[in-house]
């Protein structure tokens, strides 16, 4: 339950990473894993980051290999391996039980991608989080000497067969001995919102100020890649949106909120954000197209263009590739501090937060991983 928890607190704001490879996933979930078993472990700050770089470059890779979404599976069903071969990289498993751990992972836990489509339930931002802890869970079983259904890739009935069509991984080619680790192509999410609508939430920005406002805007044309329209901008419910999980998931909505309130934040997901009758009804203004000129930058670039037509007929256009946090425009090390403070003092306190980020930053000299907990412990 450690690693569930650790991932819920990752991941419901949907303000963590990005990887899009053939599919798209959040690999930082997997640290809610890592940290949980860590610290059952005993394990150094070194040995954390260690796992963190092996779930990372496991979940990428098959991020990289195959596309399951779009044939209704879930990314977390690629989580699942990542996060059993890390905890049992922690435990310290030899070759056969870390086999056994990814069979029993995988083998009771495949996800649906009815997880985020339609409404968009609480669970979106807790799927990843009950993916670690399964992955957690199989490798402790594995330790034990349970096994699980195999061969699980390749059998008669196994995830090339069921889930993700067949294909080959080069473990030769994984990062480490010089070669670079996937972890550096991942994006870190400058919005609290879903990672292919982060560049029209910039652009919607930019239109409704070359407009001079939202109140003359007589429609609204959002072009995204199809990846970015099957994910949000294909549904209905994007247009009507009752939840925050569907909201926060929904183009119309976050570019109609950037362009009303100048910036997107957890505030936007309130219930009076969400049912504010003069942003409902501008957003029947807005029309979202699967480009395939945008389709042609993805997965290298997340790109948006939103035009803004005015009552005078003049139209205001704007594109953007990429935005601060991208892959192509990565955040530097006072960038994730000034988002750590921002996310953090409110909930910790201004000292405590600082405290627990002078810590982060001293992980890997850290003998006892449990010391990063200790100042994120609620005082008062």
Same mark, same amino acid.
């Given at each position: 339950?450690?690693?569930?928890?650790? &991932?819920?607190?990752?991941?419901?704001?949907?303000?963590?990473?990005?990887? @899009?490879?053939?599919?798209? &996933?959040?690999?930082?979930?997997?640290?809610? *894993?890592?940290?949980?078993?860590?610290?059952?472990?005993?394990?150094?700050?070194?040995?954390? #980051?260690?796992?963190?770089?092996?779930?990372?470059?496991?979940?990428?890779?098959?991020?990289?290999?195959?596309?399951?979404?779009?044939?209704?599976?879930?990314?977390?069903?690629?989580?699942?391996?990542?996060?059993?071969?890390? *905890?049992?990289?922690?435990?310290?498993?030899?070759?056969?039980?870390? +086999?056994?751990?990814?069979?029993?992972?995988?083998?009771?836990?495949?996800?649906?991608?009815?997880?985020?489509?339609?409404?968009?339930?609480?669970?979106? /931002?807790?799927?990843?989080?009950?993916?670690?802890?399964?992955?957690?869970?199989?490798?402790?079983?594995?330790?034990?000497? #349970?096994?699980?259904?195999?061969?699980?890739?390749?059998?008669?009935?196994?995830?090339?067969?069921?889930?993700?069509?067949?294909?080959?991984?080069?473990?030769?080619?994984? &990062? /480490?001995?010089?070669?670079?680790?996937?972890?550096?192509?991942?994006?870190?999410?400058?919005?609290?919102?879903?990672?292919?609508?982060?560049?029209? #939430?910039?652009?919607?920005?930019?239109?409704?100020?070359?407009?001079?406002?939202?109140?003359?805007?007589?429609?609204?044309? #959002?072009?995204?890649?199809?990846? /970015?329209?099957?994910? @949000?901008?294909?549904?209905?419910?994007?247009? @009507?949106?009752?939840?925050?999980?569907?909201?926060?998931?929904?183009?119309?909505?976050?570019?109609?909120?950037?362009?009303?309130?100048?910036?997107?934040?957890?505030?936007?997901?309130?219930?009076?954000?969400?049912?504010?009758?003069?942003?409902?009804?501008?957003?029947?203004?807005?029309?979202?197209?699967?480009?395939?000129?945008?389709?042609?930058?993805?997965?290298?670039?997340?790109?948006?263009?939103?035009?803004?037509?005015?009552?005078?007929?003049? *139209?205001?256009?704007?594109?953007?590739?990429?935005?601060?946090?991208?892959? +192509?425009?990565?955040?530097?090390?006072?960038?994730?501090?000034?988002?750590?403070?921002?996310?953090?003092?409110?909930?910790? &306190?201004?000292?405590?937060?600082?405290?627990?980020?002078?810590?982060?930053?001293?992980?890997?000299?850290?003998?006892?991983?449990?010391?990063?907990?200790?100042?994120?412990?609620?005082?008062?």
């Amino acid at each position: 339950m450690a690693a569930f928890a650790n &991932g819920a607190a990752i991941r419901f704001y949907d303000l963590n990473d990005v990887y @899009a490879g053939k599919e798209i &996933g959040h690999p930082s979930d997997n640290i809610a *894993a890592c940290l949980a078993q860590a610290e059952a472990e005993g394990a150094s700050g070194r040995d954390l #980051i260690v796992a963190i770089a092996l779930a990372y470059e496991i979940d990428c890779r098959l991020m990289d290999a195959a596309s399951i979404s779009q044939h209704g599976w879930d990314h977390p069903n690629f989580s699942l391996p990542a996060a059993a071969l890390a *905890a049992g990289k922690l435990m310290k498993l030899d070759e056969a039980r870390l +086999t056994q751990a990814v069979n029993l992972a995988i083998n009771g836990h495949v996800a649906l991608n009815q997880t985020r489509v339609q409404t968009i339930s609480d669970w979106k /931002g807790l799927a990843d989080a009950d993916a670690a802890r399964n992955g957690v869970f199989a490798a402790a079983l594995a330790r034990e000497g #349970i096994t699980g259904p195999s061969p699980m890739f390749e059998g008669d009935a196994g995830f090339f067969k069921l889930v993700s069509g067949p294909f080959t991984l080069d473990v030769a080619k994984f &990062g /480490g001995r010089g070669r670079p680790f996937r972890i550096r192509d991942c994006s870190v999410k400058y919005y609290p919102a879903q990672a292919l609508t982060q560049t029209a #939430i910039d652009a919607g920005i930019d239109v409704a100020r070359q407009a001079g406002g939202v109140d003359r805007i007589t429609a609204v044309e #959002i072009r995204t890649s199809h990846e /970015g329209w099957f994910s @949000a901008g294909k549904d209905a419910e994007k247009w @009507a949106p009752e939840t925050s999980g569907t909201a926060d998931h929904s183009l119309p909505y976050v570019t109609a909120r950037a362009m009303f309130d100048g910036d997107v934040t957890l505030a936007s997901y309130s219930k009076d954000a969400l049912h504010d009758p003069k942003l409902r009804a501008f957003m029947k203004k807005i029309k979202v197209i699967d480009d395939p000129e945008m389709s042609k930058l993805y997965p290298k670039y997340c790109a948006t263009v939103v035009t803004a037509t005015r009552d005078d007929g003049k *139209a205001f256009t704007k594109r953007i590739d990429d935005i601060p946090g991208s892959a +192509t425009r990565p955040m530097q090390r006072t960038d994730f501090a000034a988002k750590f403070r921002k996310n953090a003092a409110p909930v910790l &306190g201004a000292s405590a937060a600082d405290e627990a980020l002078g810590v982060l930053w001293s992980l890997e000299q850290r003998a006892h991983v449990s010391d990063v907990f200790a100042p994120l412990v609620l005082r008062g």
